[in-house]
């Protein structure tokens, strides 16, 4: 009867003594990876000269303008990390709500955004011991230089693109030999289109204008057709005069002569 009772005790003995090691060797494996993770951004090159400047023991012979300059670079590659905290803060936010990024992941970018921050009261309180009011201005003068820095690099990075560039087209030329050049087809067109198009002619000359003597009336604006037109359908004026702006040619014609009547009435009689 004893021997009976003893067996179940001892399993579940073992049993919870098993898993209460498990428990706590799992539990100290995942406090130790969240507390030792990678982290965000690598080594500050630029911090560690600056501190080992400032820590020598012959830092009294180290002009201060040494000192300017290496705390200016500690601080433009803050302004660059702050740069990419921005633009990765956007995508890790838009991803994380998305699911498709772990906490591990935000909590390595809250440690950065952290340590960063301290990093920047750091450089502020180191500039305010070179100069009181400097740590105001020492980032403004950083981000300058980071601009300055970054212009160079691409206007640097101007011939590696351009090779680049010429080895793809010559790839495309290689194999596809007939394939036409984009950037010379429209100088090709407007050529061609030149060529077969000729230079458009007037179809009707251009009157030149003639001289008209000083002693002649103004020209008239009135044609002939027309005053004849009026003078054949209403006939002359009360005082047998031309219509305004006719030509004396075209008066001559219109006015009815005075033998004309004279040759009808001998017809009559």
Sequence with gaps: MATSLIVPIAYITVLVTALAIFSRVYRKRRAAEKTSFEPWFPTHPTRELYISLISNPNSEQIPDSLLKSALLVRATTDVKRIWRIRDDKIALTNL?????????????????????????????????????????????????????????????SIPKIKAVEEKRIALRRKYLPNSPNPPAQPQIQAQSSNAITPPSQPTSQVASPQKVPSGASTPSLVSEATVGGSAGSGGSSKNDSPAIGASPTASATSTPSKSTPNKKKGKKK
């Design 96 to 156: 994380h709500t998305r699911g498709l990024i772990g906490d591990d992941t935000m909590a390595r970018f809250a440690a950065a955004e952290k340590e960063l921050e301290a990093e920047i009261v750091d450089v502020v309180s180191e500039a305010n011991t070179f100069r009181q009011g400097w740590g105001q201005v020492i980032f403004a003068t950083a981000t300058e230089m980071a601009q300055a820095e970054k212009t160079r690099e691409t206007v640097m």
